[in-house]
C-alpha cells in the first residue's frame, strides 16, 4: 500500500497541478450533473404535463389528413369509411382502460312535437343558407333538433362541468339500450312533456319516423338565442342526447363521431394507443389516436429542446473532459520520469505505479465530485432557466409569426367542443439532483477517470530503468 501514500505525498506536493485537475474535474461533473438533473426535470414535466391534460385518448377523424387528401384530389374525397362498434369493440378491454366513452352525432327533424324557436330569429337569411342534410329527393332540409348519442352522459364535459343538470329522471348509462331520450326543460315544457311520455323523431334522408321514450330531463343554463346561427338545431333547447343505437339511424352511415377512452394512469397513454391500433380495425388513412398531442408538443417543445442540448453538452463535456485529463496526467508522466526510474531500480512493480498516478487522481476527482453535489443544483437551475427562457420566447415568436389556417372543420353540436386544454409551454422547471443522477454521474466520472489516466500510463509499460537514469543524465 506504499503506492497511496506516495500518491498522497505527490497530490500536496504539487499543488499547482493539484488544484489545475481538480478544477478540471469539477467543471466536468458540474456539466455532467446539470445535463443529467435536465434530464430528470424534463421527465417530471412530461408527466406534469399529461396530468394537466389528462388521461384520456380519442379516436376520432384526422382531419389533417383529411385535408391533404382533399388537396390532393382535388376537393374529391369521396365516402370516408364509417367508425363502427365493430371496429374497436376489443378496445375497452384492454388493461388501460378505466372508462369509455362513445359519441354519435346526429340530426334529426319534427314529426309531432315542435322545437323552441330561437330569439335571435328575425331574419332566417341570417342562416347564410346553412344546410345539413338531404333528403331521400336531393332536396337539402334543415333539420329541428341536434342529436348526440352516447352510452354515459354523465361523462360528458357539460354535465361534469354543470352547464347541464339533470333534474328529472335518470342519465342514460352502459345498460340503457334502444330509443331513450335525455330532453331539455324548456323543450319538456313547450310539449308538456315529462319522464315515460314519448314523441317522434324523423330521419332526414329516408324521411322515416322513430318513436323515442324521454328518460330524463335536463337544464341548460345557456340562454336562447346565445347561439351564432338562428337555426332551431342549434338552439340549446333542441339538443337531444340519446343512448348510442338510439343515434346510428340518424347518423351518416350509422357511424360514430369519436371514441373516448379515459386511462387507469396517464403514463400509460403511448403503450395504450400502440396496443389500441392492433386490436381495433380502424381505417388509420381516416382516423387516428388522438391524446391531445398537438397540446402536448406546444407544452413540452421549449423543456424538450433544453433536454436535448443537455444531451449534447453531457456527451461532450465527458469526451473534451477525457482528453484534457488524459493530456495533463500524460505531461505528468514525461516530468516524473527520473521518479519513475528510480522506484523501477529499486524494484518497484510497474502495475504499482500505473495505480499510484490512479489513486492521484481519484482522489482528486472525489474532492471535485464532493464539491460538484453541492453547488450543482444551483448551476443547473441557473443554466436550465436561461436557455428554457430563450427556447419559451422562440416558441411563442413562432407561434405569433404562424398564419392561421383558415376555416376550421368543427362538428355543430359536438358535446366535448371547446373541452380540450390548448396547453400553455411550460416555462418553469425545478431542477433537482437525486441520488440516482449522483450514482449516475459518480460512475461516469470514474470511468472517465480510469480511461484519462490508464492510457497514458501505456507508456510506463514499455520504461526500463537503466533507460530512464541513462536519458535523464
Known sequence: MDFIRRACISIWAKKGKSFLMLILLFVLCSLV????????????????????????????????????????????????????????????????????????????????????????KEDDNQAGGM????????????????????????SLATFKNGKEKIISGKPITNKDKGNLALIEKRFADQNKLKVGDTF???????????????????????????????????????????????????????????????????????????????????????????????????????????????????????????????????LSIRERRFEMGVLLSLGENKAKLIGQFLVEVILIGMIA???????????GQTVTDQMLNKEVQQAKDDEANTPSGGMQMATVIGGEQGEKSKGEVIDKVDVHISQQDMVEVGGIGLLVVIIATLLPCLFIIRLQPKMILSKND
Open 33 to 120: 450533473f446539470a445535463g443529467f438533473a435536465i434530464q430528470s426535470a424534463t421527465r417530471a414535466s412530461e408527466d406534469i404535463a399529461r396530468k394537466k391534460l389528462g388521461g384520456d385518448v380519442t379516436l376520432t377523424l384526422d382531419m389533417d389528413k383529411l385535408m391533404k387528401k382533399m388537396e390532393e384530389s382535388n376537393g374529391n374525397l369521396g365516402e370516408v369509411p364509417p367508425l363502427t362498434l365493430k371496429d374497436i369493440e376489443k378496445v375497452k378491454n384492454l388493461k388501460a382502460v378505466a372508462d369509455y366513452q362513445y359519441i354519435v352525432d346526429a340530426f334529426a327533424g319534427k314529426v309531432d312535437k315542435s322545437p323552441v324557436k330561437s330569439d335571435k
Open 131 to 154: 344546410t345539413v342534410a338531404g333528403s331521400s329527393d336531393g332536396k337539402a332540409k334543415m333539420p329541428d333538433f341536434a342529436m348526440m348519442g352516447t352510452n354515459k352522459t354523465n
Open 200 to 330: 317522434q323523431l324523423k330521419d332526414l334522408e329516408t324521411n322515416k319516423s322513430q318513436k323515442f321514450t324521454v328518460h330524463g330531463i335536463y337544464e341548460n343554463k345557456e340562454v336562447s338565442g346565445s347561439q351564432q346561427f338562428p337555426v332551431d338545431f342549434m338552439e340549446p333547447a333542441n339538443k337531444i342526447y340519446t343512448t348510442v343505437d338510439g343515434a346510428k339511424p340518424f347518423s351518416h352511415n350509422g357511424s360514430l363521431a369519436s371514441a373516448k377512452y379515459s386511462m387507469t394512469d396517464p403514463k400509460l397513454i403511448d403503450s395504450f394507443k400502440k396496443a389500441a391500433a392492433d386490436v381495433s380495425s380502424v381505417d388509420k388513412d381516416f382516423y387516428k389516436w388522438d391524446a391531445n398531442d398537438a397540446a402536448y408538443k406546444t407544452m413540452m417543445q421549449p423543456i424538450q429542446n433544453v433536454a436535448s442540448f443537455a444531451n449534447i453538452i453531457v456527451i461532450i463535456t465527458a469526451l473534451a473532459g477525457g482528453l484534457i485529463l488524459a493530456l495533463l496526467v500524460l
Open 369 to 379: 465530485f464532493s464539491a460538484a453535489c453541492l453547488t450543482s443544483e444551483a448551476i
